[in-house]
């Protein structure tokens, strides 16, 4: 299963020899028969490969001393070194957004090695049901049951409603969602906003204006709790330049040879294009009487 995903010799090798290495095909599957997608599903394997590669350097062998713990520790390992590959790292330090997928990945291998036995199950204390816990749950059960959710839209919106409600509960006092305002509830977002970038913020606004619509529905929240959620705007095409630099026109100019008639007629083209403003149509259809 491991070869469908990893094409490449040298790269399965480097998966397999780590304690992670094992368990990859049956992992495959499993995540298969869950209706996950593709890439996303290779995803998931290069971040665990990394976490094998971590558990090298801690000279773990036995996946039976693993605790939800070394997540944690894992991420500060992983963010702490410069890699060639895996999820890319654009702020310093690792944004948000690639933390929840390094953490979502490694919740799903460790469900799997829980399941078939080769990781010890929860402790007590990592297993306690922080605030807000059912909430979670009744909301995931109702995004499969009756919006008919793909597995993996429900880990999306799992990872970002846990996120809000961790934010959420280390305010002081503990807020009741009972009484939640408007007010904390975009101080809460303003915090999770920070460090992502366009996309990821544009995804976490999304989410939370359905959990909040749905905790509206239900009496959770006030009906007057409706917060302010920006979104960024994003636009097909904007991140590609406006005009090109003028040193690359002249660039281009100086490129064409101009001892040939085809030559000459090449840069009066790129040059009127460059400096009047005419488009290839109105160019293509210029003739001689048109030039004053």
Known sequence: MLNTYIQLGHVRTR???????PYY?????????????????GLDLGVTAAFGEYLLDRGVTELLELTDRDIE???????????QRGPARRTPGGSVSLR??????LRE?????RTIGAMPPPQPAEASRPPYDAVTVEY?????HHRGFAPRTIEIHRSRVEAFFVTLALQKPLVALEVLTTRAMEEVFLEMSEGRGRRSQQIMTSTLEALLGYLRSNGN???ACRPFLPRRRSYALAALPTAIPWEQVQHALESIDRSTALGKRDYAVFLILATSGLRSGELCDLALEDID
Do not use: N
């Open 109 to 113: 291998i460790f469900a799997y090695l």
């Open 25 to 41: 095909d049956g992992f495959v599957s499993w995540l298969e028969e869950r209706g996950f997608a593709r890439s996303t599903i």
């Open 100 to 105: 929840e997928t390094l953490v979502g990945s």
């Open 221 to 223: 929240i006030p009906e």
């Open 15 to 21: 998966y397999l020899s780590t304690p992670i290495g």
């Open 73 to 83: 520790d894992f991420l500060e390992w992983y963010l702490a070194r410069p890699r």
């Open 140 to 144: 995931l059960a109702f995004l499969a």
